[in-house]
């Protein structure tokens, strides 16, 4: 993962504005998008990331780490209170904090629009709305987020967005609106094409494994993963991440089937190299419609052939250049896997996955937000088309607007 320019303490971090996160996701729960981003905006700016209240018995105060790389986690504690009050609590926490921290000059980046209860008030330089998943059609979603979403629409100076259907979503909107679909740590995950150890709770596992990293949550498809582990029982299927929201009881268990729980970042390759295939096992429902997972590049860059759902972002991107297998009923995901370990071609294939993968980056993501970010902060308006984003994805996203206005649409 990407190391802080602790050189850059001084003057030029001093230069900058400082940068405010206000996110839905711990900032130690699983290493995603935001983690990959704020890591290197850390790298030249003061970064703080805001996590949603921790409610106890005590409080309101606020528990504050300094991680290695640069960013600042801070987590609000507060009492049982309704939301009003909470949201006052909220309020009245983060100005005491910004006037300790002497914040004057800085920008709001905002993953959950929820944020806006308690931090709308703020006067940035810029206000970034960072739109990497459809909140709204996740379970127990918060009734008011369409409202405050629509409220974050309107004052974001840039709208970013995680995948091209998210994109297509909002681009009518929001005058820049920007797409920034899921990168890559190439040589991060490319470390698994190599012969790595066995994690001692994946080596008794025998072979053909199957793997899955990720939530189990209500975008799983525990049906699809059932019907697979009982048509194939010579199969196993290896699933890593932890359970949120849905019942444990819910999910299939069996002779091979593995819950191997949450695991870090740092570990995952060693992981991927033990699997002969990897499968994103998502149910099609209105959590996934909007989905662009960051875990297909991760399993292509580990050299791991990958099967997929027909979730619409993953068949447009990697599926019709047949790149990813995609399967829809438990029949034709039998089919797919069997495709999927015989591994003809492989030599081919991998030439074309890292011909695309090559053209996308977690750097060039963060460089080219930067740069519009450092733009609107400026009082500068960035238009669509300017920097709007990278890769295949983004690439698609420019020809169908230049279809588009041919056809005059």
């Known amino acids: 993962m990407p190391q802080p320019i602790h050189g850059a303490s001084g003057s030029d971090r001093a230069r900058k504005p400082d940068l405010l996160c206000f996110s839905h996701l711990r900032w130690n729960f699983v290493y995603q998008r935001p983690q990959h981003l704020m890591s290197r905006f850390a790298r030249d700016r003061r970064v703080f990331y805001w996590e949603e209240p921790v409610h106890h018995d005590a409080g309101p105060w606020l528990h504050v780490t300094h991680g290695d790389d640069g960013v600042t986690v801070i987590v609000p504690h507060l009492p049982a209170l309704d939301p009003a009050e909470a949201e006052a609590a909220l309020r009245r926490l983060l100005d005491g904090w910004m006037a300790d921290e002497g914040i004057g000059r800085f920008v709001t980046w905002f993953y959950t629009p929820m944020a806006l209860g308690w931090a709308g008030h703020l006067d940035p330089l810029a206000t970034v709305y960072d ?20 409220e974050l629409m309107r004052r974001a100076d840039l709208v970013f967005t995680g995948g091209p259907s998210l994109f297509e979503a909002r681009r009518g909107r929001h005058p820049s609106v920007h797409l920034f679909p899921s990168s890559i740590d190439a040589q991060h995950f490319g470390a698994a094409r190599q012969p790595l150890a066995d994690p001692a709770d994946q080596a008794g596992i025998p ?99 990958t099967l997929s759902s027909p979730v619409r972002d993953v068949v447009r991107t990697w599926g ?27 030599d081919e294939w991998l030439r074309r996955v890292d011909a695309r993968l090559a053209r996308t980056s977690w750097e060039s993501t963060w460089a080219g937000m930067a740069a519009l970010i450092d733009h609107a902060a400026s009082g500068g308006l960035a238009a669509p088309g300017m920097l709007r984003g990278h890769g295949v994805q983004a690439e698609r996203a420019a020809e169908r607007d230049g279809m588009a206005a041919a056809a005059g649409d």
């Open 131 to 150: 739109c990497m998943d459809e909140l709204s059609a996740f379970l127990y979603a918060p009734p008011e987020l369409l409202a405050r979403e629509a």
């Open 207 to 305: 072979h053909p494994r199957i793997g899955f990293f990720g939530v189990l949550d209500e975008r799983f498809d525990a049906e699809l993963v059932r019907a697979l582990a009982a048509a194939r029982p010579e199969w196993h299927i290896v699933l890593i991440g932890p359970v949120c929201k849905i019942d444990p009881a819910g999910l299939p268990h069996g002779d091979n089937l593995h819950y191997l729980g949450p695991r870090s970042y740092a570990d995952l390759p060693a992981y991927l190299a033990g699997w002969d295939a990897a499968a994103l096992f998502f149910a099609l429902n209105e959590s996934t419609r909007f989905i662009s997972p960051t875990k297909t590049p991760e399993y292509l860059a580990a050299g791991r052939r």
């Open 320 to 346: 019709d250049d047949g790149l990813v297998r995609i399967a829809s009923t438990p029949e034709q995901w039998v089919e797919a896997v069997e495709e999927a370990l015989a591994d003809e071609g492989r």
